[in-house]
Nanobody
Framework: QLQLVESGGALVQAGGSLRLSCAASGLTFSTTSMGWFRQAPGKEREFVSAISWSGGITHYADSVKGRFTISRDNAQNMVYLQMNNLKPEDTSVYYC??????????????????WGQGTQVTVSS
């Protein structure tokens, strides 16, 4: 079954850390670039981070650079987002997304072919 399933969202205090996970199934993960996006209530979905299918190229939104780290495990069909020094403005639903055989324009939501259902991250001040 073709799907992405996110996990790891939680309520955390400012300054804390979380690791989000995304399990992919039904696709050729080793040739699929992966991304994380987020959407807060009343706001548009925004790019957070992306990683190419080899893991050799990563991208980050300016707002998370130095705090978030994306990684992947092609043997396990998993992608992760390690989030450190969380801030209240990081509160959002976080979505995992897959882009088949693409390594360009990974910061654009329209590049992606498949989306997960999201996991809630809430950062309290």
């Amino acid at each position: 079954q073709l799907q992405l399933v996110e996990s790891g969202g939680a309520l955390v205090q400012a300054g804390g850390s979380l690791r989000l996970s995304c399990a992919a199934s039904g696709l050729t993960f080793s040739t699929t670039s992966m991304g994380w996006f987020r959407q807060a209530p009343g706001k548009e979905r925004e790019f957070v981070s992306a990683i190419s299918w080899s893991g050799g190229i990563t991208h980050y939104a300016d707002s998370v650079k130095g705090r978030f780290t994306i990684s992947r495990d092609n043997a396990q069909n998993m992608v992760y987002l390690q989030m450190n020094n969380l801030k209240p403005e990081d509160t959002s639903v976080y979505y995992c997304a897959a882009a088949y055989q693409v390594t360009f324009y990974l910061s654009q939501a329209t590049t992606y072919d498949l989306w997960g259902q999201g996991t809630q991250v809430t950062v309290s001040s």
